[in-house]
Each structure stands twice: as structure tokens, then as C-alpha cells.
């Protein structure tokens, strides 16, 4: 039986990525740390003053946006943010994954914990119920541009928030919100002034799907060096290449990984000593998809690096408008400054860097998957197979991971760069963050099968030079695609095998082996 994951407090400073995953896939249970209370409870003691004394602040007694210079009367101001969430819950396309939505519930919740919000405490413990309880609001996966926030996918979690919407306990069917957290004994809140704007505004939405993407990324980068080091096997490559010293003499970290990572894989190898001797093989230099294997995942590793510690700022960060800083002292006293911290541009960025890194790895793995599999580039029976002609081996699995390469090259185009206005030209230059880091599931999973096939076509290779044998730790992950996949005698139809390997790389399987 699986150990329940360690429960999460929420201060909003120090949120990790081992305890946003402990949520979001393991149901790991949150709450608020006594801290974060505190400071929530000083920040609400200055939103509730500027109500009583009839100040103007934006967003508690204004219109919201281009609407901003609309005053609203004391009487309105719960009537106000109803409304904001309601009118802002207009998102349309496929619901967020459960995973998704628990990322980014328990994300808004942390930012909210930071207390430069104004919100109650109250408010957000009703957030971390509803994750402990699984109760998931469905939530459209279009509709945000990134700025001011992710603000339709957050109504539409902000709407089951207050009973209404529509939601899913645990793996049920979808129901209201109001039966949901019926169901789940969890009282909707009756927002006060600021509060709907405060769980609308922020970019959680973004930097959920970014950060349960790069996870996935570092699971397919990994298992990408077990097939490149397969390959190089089953293509009789060398190893040479991946010399320590070589990767000294130009040191970026990704690479130097890389090249160890290969280097232990194909450890104690009979194919790499049986033509070690040039006479037999005349090649001196590997073709670059083989040869240039660290360079080119290290620089895949090296910018998903980069794009980790931007979203690392973001887990803990205040992103919403305005921010509330309660002063010390007297209660009630301190200011209320409107700024632009919900704009995704840092995310969107490291989005679509994400998105290029994907991109190249699944075209550098098709690339190898194309020398094993012609008969002009390797000298492996053509297409893998004991009896070419009769048979067409892996030629089509070669061609699925061709589209499966081109499409992700398609969809590698930045986000960031394509801005369009918005809300009366009052947001008029906008991050496209949500869209960015939209497409990365895709993209993963297109890479997820591009890799399976580079796989497939490794292990099929290796056993065609027998009774040479590859190295031990090369063997176990034959060994994992051999648990799921027999060897390709004589054709037959391919696809099954490809997303049983699949599934096994989302599994971690054959990550795992380096580790």
C-alpha cells in the first residue's frame, strides 16, 4: 500500500515543487500555516477600513479594468464581486485534468497565503478544503491571454468556490457546485470586498500547467538519453564523443550529464568492443545525432533549468492587483497599490522555451530513429526487420515519429511574442501564457511516443546483433520495452507496442534506470 504523501502548509513563501506535485498528483492535504493567518488578517483589517471609511481603492470600491473609474457604493461592494466572478467565468474548450486544476487551486491558495491579498483566511481554508475533499472545479482550459492573470480559468474555480458552476468529487460525475460542496460538507463563501477579484487575478492558471510539465519534460529528457544510448549501441556508435574531457572543454552542465549518462548506460558493451578495431569499421566520426547526443540534450536540459527557476519564483509569489501592504502597529493602517504582477510575460516566456526544448529532443530522437531504420545509413537489416521485402519492419513507426516531430516543430512557435488587446484597450499587451503552456501536453506526449518508437527500434537493433550484448544497465531497459513489446519477427501492427512504451516513459520507468 502506498504511504499518503506528507501534508502541505501553506505560508506563501516557500511552497517546493516535490509538495505542489505531493498535491496535485497524490493528494497530498494543505493548510494554512498559523504565519500566513496572521498576515492575511492584518492585510483584511486595511481593505475592511478603506470600506468603512468610503476611501477609493481600485478593485474594492471601483469597477474593475477599463471600468475602473466607476465608483461603487459601500452597499454594492459584495453585489461587486459576485458579479466579477460570475461575468468572468466565460472560458470554453476541454476541462483542466484533475492534476491540473489541483495545481492550480493549491497555487492560487499559496499566493493568496502570502497576505498582501486582503482576502480572509476563511476564504482560502474553504480553498484547501475543497483539495482535501477532491472537490475539483471543472474548468475550461481557453479564455485566459494571460493577463490580468489567468482570469476565466480562476472564475470558473472562484464560481464552485461561492456554490455555483459546476464541479467533480473525486472521480465522480460532473455536478453543480452547490451539490459539490454539498456533498463534500464544505460552506461556499459569500464574498466581502476584494475577495472575488483576489482569487481572480493571478497567473495560476499558467503556472500550473508549466511547472506539471516541466516534471514530465525531466521524466522524457532523461528517458531520452536511455534511447540515445540504445541507439548508439544498435548503431555500433562510439562512445568516444562523450570523453570527459571533451565535455571540460566546453562545460555547460546539461551536456556533461549527457555524455554520463551515456557513458554508463553502454558500460561493459560487447558491441562497442567488437569494432573498436578501424579495419572492421572504417567510419571515423558518428553522424551528429549520435555524436552531438549531449550537446544537443544538454541544451534541452540547460534551458529547462532556466525555465524551472523562473517558475520557482512565480510558486511563491504575490500575482495579483492591487497588492495590500498592512504596516505594522496599529491595525488597519498600511497601503493598497495597484502594479502589474499578474502579467504572465516570465511565464509565457518560460513556456515557450520549454516548448523549443521539447521540440529539439523529439527531433534529434527522430533523427536517430531514421539512421537505424535505412538501409543507406546503418548497417542493420533495412527497416529492422529479419526479412526486408517481405516484411516493411519499423518503416512507418519511422514515419509516425516524423509527423509526431513535425507537428511538435509547429507547435514550438512562441507565445510570448503574439500579443493582442484586450478590455477596451485598457490590457493592451498581453503574455499568451496560458496558451504557452497549453500546448505542452501535447507537445510531451507527442515526444512521449517519438521516443517510444526510438526505443522500439534500439531494442530491435541491439537484438540483431547478436549474440553481441549491450551493456547492463542498457540491457534493463531492453528489458522494460521487452516487458511490453516482443520482438518484431515478422510484421505486425506496431501501435499497441508504441503506446505501451508510452506509458511506461510516463511512468518513469525508464527514467528510472538512471537513478
Known sequence: MTAAAPAVQLTGNDLTFAQLYDVALHGAKVSLAPDSISRMKASRALVERVVSSGETAYGINTGFGKLASVRISAEQVRQLQVN?????????????????????????????????????????????????????????????????????PLAHLAHVVIGEGYARVGTGEIITGADAMRQANIKPVALEAKEGLSLLNGTQGMLALLSLSLRDADIATDTAD????????????????????????????????????????????????????????????????????????????????????????ELNSATDNPLVFARGGSAGTGDIISGGNFHGQPLAMAADQVAIAIATLGGISERRIEQMTNPLTSMLPAFLTPEPGLNSGFMIAQVTAAALTS?????????????????????????????????????????????????????????????????????????????????????????????????????????????
Open 407 to 515: 507537428e511538435n516543430k509547429a507547435l514550438a512557435t512562441p507565445h510570448s511574442v503574439d500579443s493582442i488587446s484586450t478590455s477596451g484597450n485598457q490590457e493592451d499587451y498581453v503574455s499568451m501564457g496560458m496558451s504557452g503552456a497549453r500546448r505542452l501536453g501535447r507537445m510531451l506526449e507527442n515526444l512521449r511516443h517519438t521516443v517510444a518508437i526510438e526505443l522500439l527500434c534500439a531494442a530491435q537493433g541491439i537484438e540483431l546483433l547478436a549474440p553481441l550484448q549491450t551493456g547492463t544497465l542498457a540491457k534493463k531497459a531492453i528489458a522494460a520495452v521487452r516487458a511490453v513489446s516482443s520482438k518484431v519477427v515478422e510484421d505486425r501492427p506496431l501501435a499497441p507496442d508504441i503506446v505501451a512504451v508510452t506509458e511506461k516513459i510516463a511512468e518513469g520507468t525508464f527514467s528510472a534506470i538512471l537513478h
Open 226 to 313: 536511455v534511447a540515445a544510448a540504445l541507439s548508439l549501441d544498435a548503431l555500433r556508435g562510439s562512445p568516444g564523443a562523450f570523453d570527459s574531457r571533451i565535455m571540460h572543454a566546453r562545460a555547460y552542465a546539461g551536456a556533461s550529464m549527457t555524455a554520463r549518462n551515456l557513458a554508463h548506460l553502454n558500460e561493459g558493451s560487447q558491441i562497442r568492443e567488437s569494432h573498436r578495431d578501424s579495419n572492421k569499421d572504417p567510419r571515423v566520426q558518428d553522424a551528429y545525432s549520435l555524436r552531438c547526443t549531449p550537446q544537443v540534450h544538454g541544451a534541452v536540459r540547460d534551458s529547462l533549468a532556466q525555465a524551472r527557476e523562473m517558475a520557482a519564483v
Open 84 to 152: 466579477l466572478v460570475r461575468s468572468h467565468a466565460c472560458g470554453v474548450g476541454a476541462p483542466l485534468s484533475d492534476a491540473e486544476t489541483r495545481a492550480m487551486m493549491l497555487l492560487r491558495a499559496n499566493a493568496l497565503a502570502k497576505g498582501l491579498s486582503g482576502i480572509r483566511p476563511e476564504t482560502v481554508e474553504v480553498l484547501c478544503a475543497m483539495l482535501n475533499a477532491k472537490v475539483h472545479p471543472v474548468i475550461p482550459s481557453q479564455g485566459s491571454v494571460g493577463a490580468s492573470g489567468d482570469l476565466a
